[in-house]
């Protein structure tokens, strides 16, 4: 028995570390494409990136690699009669599945550390090369395309000449209480600082027009831009998605705190309102920090939900073969492929929506962050529905 669950886990194996080598390139071309769109970046800098889109790619490619090695190694076993044999032999089906699932289950825990690596530690890395590149990048476009754009600025040019920029039209979009403003030079350059993580744009003899406001500049003047803002698709800051793990419970204490202490200065200033009979400012301040106590709650749901969003979806991998192992062993005359598509079909039209919502509404505190394992807890009954057919059949 023990030689036939070595030989087991060796085809599952071998079946695993071939279709991960093809998927996990697919969805590396898809990502580094995907990268490429967004921001703007070279062909030769896809070196720089991949090992930082490596376990991008790999958290996506391992559950369906793994769903499908157990539809191919336990379909071929089988439509071979090696399981009705066994079970002539007086042993239970469960002793052939069993080792396979605790073998996923290890994997579930490598994927869950994927899943950790590429939101973090890859995340960062995309980012920082993208930040190194900001200037490299804007250049290239200009020359090739005369304009270029970002989610702040765009920039219109009729020429460049080595790093100066000729007739530029520069547009600030509108942020906060800032409005959006146009200007047009004789010249420009951009000067990024990697270190000091800023964008430096030098305007030269030009006019500007903003806030209803039009101006005239015969000098050089600049403006500064930080530079996770100057990419063609900026990244926030501090988002739960791009925490590593460890750092979420720190991160959920601070954010406990911040929550207390705007609920302490409420309770001060509708205290002192309310004494001195001002009740419109009393509703005008208390509105805007009610406002931003929601927002600091709402993002301590999205803190505490994470864990269990990387959670879940690296034991998906589990769940998957959970599922597809004893499908392919009910349909032992079955094609392999076709029993792949039956168990990823209702994956896609029931899991995933099922995985998608929890975590929505996890998110916004309306469902508790534990929810999110709804989807896998919906595939381990399928499974064990499956598992008791096979145990009967």
């Not at 942020?175 to 047009?184: A, F």
């Not at 492929?337 to 509404?361: N, R």
């Amino acid at each position: 028995m023990y030689i036939f669950t070595r030989y087991i886990l060796s085809q599952l194996l071998a079946v695993f570390l071939i279709s991960i080598s093809a998927i996990t390139t697919v969805m590396l071309l898809f990502v580094i494409i995907r990268e490429l769109h967004q921001q703007g970046l070279q062909f030769s800098q896809i070196t720089d990136l991949l090992p930082y889109i490596l376990p991008d790619a790999l958290r996506f490619a391992i559950p369906a690699t793994s769903l499908f090695a157990a539809c191919l190694v336990f379909g071929r076993l089988a439509s071979s009669n090696e399981i009705v044999a066994t079970k002539a032999l007086g042993i239970s089906p469960w002793r052939i599945l069993w080792p396979s699932f605790a073998a996923f289950v290890l994997l579930s825990f490598a994927a869950v550390w994927l899943n950790d690596l590429a939101v973090s530690w890859g995340r960062r890395g995309v980012q920082r090369i993208v930040l190194e590149s900001i200037e490299e990048v804007a250049y290239s476009r200009l020359r090739n395309h005369g304009s270029h754009y970002t989610d702040q600025f765009s920039i219109n040019v009729k020429s460049v000449r080595g790093k100066r920029l000729m007739r530029p039209t520069l547009t600030f979009k509108a942020s906060g209480p800032s409005p959006r403003i146009v200007i047009r030079a004789e010249w420009a350059e951009l000067h990024s600082d990697v270190e000091n993580g800023s964008l430096t744009i030098l305007m030269h003899n030009g006019s500007a027009v903003g806030g209803g406001v039009e101006g005239i500049f015969p000098d050089t003047i600049e403006r500064v831009i930080p530079l996770n803002r100057a990419a063609r698709k900026s990244q926030s800051r501090g988002s739960p998605s791009q925490m590593a793990l460890s750092e979420i419970p720190k991160e959920v204490s601070n954010q406990n705190q911040r929550v207390e202490v705007s609920e302490q200065q409420l309770a001060a200033i509708a205290t002192f309102k309310m004494a001195s009979g001002n009740f419109e400012e009393l509703f005008t301040a208390g509105a805007s920090l009610s406002h931003g106590i929601a927002s600091e709650k709402s993002r301590i749901f999205r803190l505490n939900t994470e864990p269990h969003r990387r959670w879940a979806a690296g034991f998906s991998c589990l769940c998957f073969v959970a599922v597809g192992a004893p499908l392919a062993i009910l349909r032992r005359h079955g094609e392999f492929w076709t029993t792949f598509f039956l168990c990823f079909l209702p994956i896609l039209i029931v899991y995933y929506p099922i995985l998608m919502v929890s975590i929505e509404q996890a998110k916004n505190g309306e469902l508790p962050p534990y929810s999110v394992w709804l989807g896998n807890i919906t595939l381990l009954a399928w499974s064990g529905f499956l598992i008791r057919k096979v145990m009967r059949y």
